[in-house]
């Protein structure tokens, strides 16, 4: 009996682990200085998801630049806008922020979230 309960504990142990992780999601508010980029996922990782919601004065570009080099993907996001964007594996999402002024942004990512962040001028 207790080998029975042990294998069931495990086996729900491992079901609940695996289950979770495809609710694994990120928020951020995520502020980007004049004239910078932010840059989520340029490192190996799979593929990921954005919501991306602009919540600055001024209009931001959001691109795919696959790590291996490139761009394609371009969509510009006015202030109050928001954007839905599926990215590729080994591939990063640029916030590109053109203005003078500050840019913020919400984000909620989903997926693989294994994802390096940074900015980029």
């Given at each position: ?5 042990a294998i ?38 799979g593929q ?10 001024n209009a ?62």
């Amino acid at each position: 009996m207790k080998k029975l309960i042990a294998i069931v504990s495990i086996v729900t142990i491992v079901i609940a682990t695996t289950s979770c992780s495809i609710f694994k999601a990120v928020t951020s508010n995520t502020t980007i200085q004049a004239n910078d980029s932010f840059v989520l996922g340029d490192n190996i990782h799979g593929q990921f998801s954005v919501k991306l919601k602009n919540v600055s004065k001024n209009a931001v570009t959001v691109y795919h630049a696959p790590i291996g080099g490139g761009k394609h993907t371009f969509e510009t996001v006015q202030p109050n806008q928001t954007a839905k964007v599926k990215v590729e594996p080994n591939t990063a999402l640029v916030v590109e922020n053109k203005s003078y002024d500050v840019a913020t942004v919400d984000l909620l990512v989903k997926g693989d979230i294994g994802l390096s962040m940074g900015y980029k001028n």
